[in-house]
């Protein structure tokens, strides 16, 4: 199994960027995706998550601004951040964590493959 993610780059605040995640190797159907997000000198942490069943879930510093979604046939999924913050300047990771706990972004530990991550710069 591999997953890449796609897009990122430099945006002024109050834009908007998308992230898309794509995977090859796995079993047709949807699953658990996340989104995670690194700052230096910080823990790695979740940003966003959609189970099998597309009950999204989102740290509360994203909810609203910042929308996940994955394709039917579960090999896709993307991230749409609207309404950009300085603060959101991180290396996003795509992930395929081994389970989708209810109610809550996915926790790093259980993350079974990672993409490579790719580069959000916001500027003020």
């Known amino acids: 199994v591999q997953v890449v993610e796609s897009g990122g780059g430099a945006v002024q605040a109050g834009g908007s960027l998308r992230l898309s995640c794509a995977g090859s190797?796995?079993?047709?159907?949807?699953?658990?995706w996340a989104w995670f997000r690194e700052i230096p000198g910080k823990e790695r942490e979740g940003v966003a998550t959609?189970?099998?069943?597309?009950?999204?879930n989102y740290a509360d510093s994203v909810r609203g601004p910042f929308v996940i979604s994955q394709s039917d046939t579960g090999n896709l999924m993307a991230l749409q951040m609207n309404s950009l913050k300085p603060e959101d300047t991180a290396v996003y990771f795509c992930?395929?964590?081994?389970?989708?706990?209810?109610?809550?972004?996915?926790?790093?530990?259980?993350?079974?493959?990672w993409g490579q991550g790719t580069q959000v710069t916001v500027s003020s």
């Open positions: 190797g796995l079993i047709d159907g949807r699953h658990c």
């Open positions: 992930a395929l964590p081994r389970r989708c706990p209810f109610g809550q972004v996915a926790l790093a530990e259980d993350v079974m493959y």
């Open positions: 959609i189970p099998p069943d597309n009950i999204a």
